[in-house]
Nanobody
Framework: QVHLVESGGGLVQPGGSLRLSCAAS????????MGWYRQEPGKQRELVATITSSDSTNYADSVKGRFTISGDYTKNTVTLQMNSLKPEDTAVYYC??????????WGQGTLVTVSS
């Protein structure tokens, strides 16, 4: 099994920054995609950013220019640097990774609250 553990969520004022981290452990033969999603109460989970093993990135329009995703496929870790945070960024953030045997694996989620 593959397990993902996220860290770095919390409360931040509008305009502030947070850095989310996610690390994989367990039986890992190879990862080929990593990403971050978020979910607000009562809403569907939505894509925030993804990064492939060839460093190709994709961002939701709402976070372009503010968030930066980075991944280390040798250490199986992915981070999300979030700057200029807005109240509408408040959500539970989930990391995911696509592993060659386990398929898509999700973390447990970390809460980000942007409020004054």
């Amino acid at each position: 099994q593959v397990h993902l553990v996220e860290s770095g969520g919390g409360l931040v004022q509008p305009g502030g920054s947070l850095r989310l981290s996610c690390a994989a452990s367990g039986r890992i033969l190879g990862m080929y995609n990593m990403g971050w999603y978020r979910q607000e109460p009562g809403k569907q989970r939505e894509l925030v950013a993804t990064i492939t093993s060839s460093d190709s990135t994709n961002y939701a329009d709402s976070v372009k220019g503010r968030f930066t995703i980075s991944g280390d496929y040798t250490k199986n870790t992915v981070t999300l640097q979030m700057n200029s945070l807005k109240p509408e960024d408040t959500a539970v953030y989930y990391c995911n990774m696509d592993e060659v045997v386990a398929g898509r694996v999700w973390g447990q989620g970390t809460l980000v609250t942007v409020s004054s």
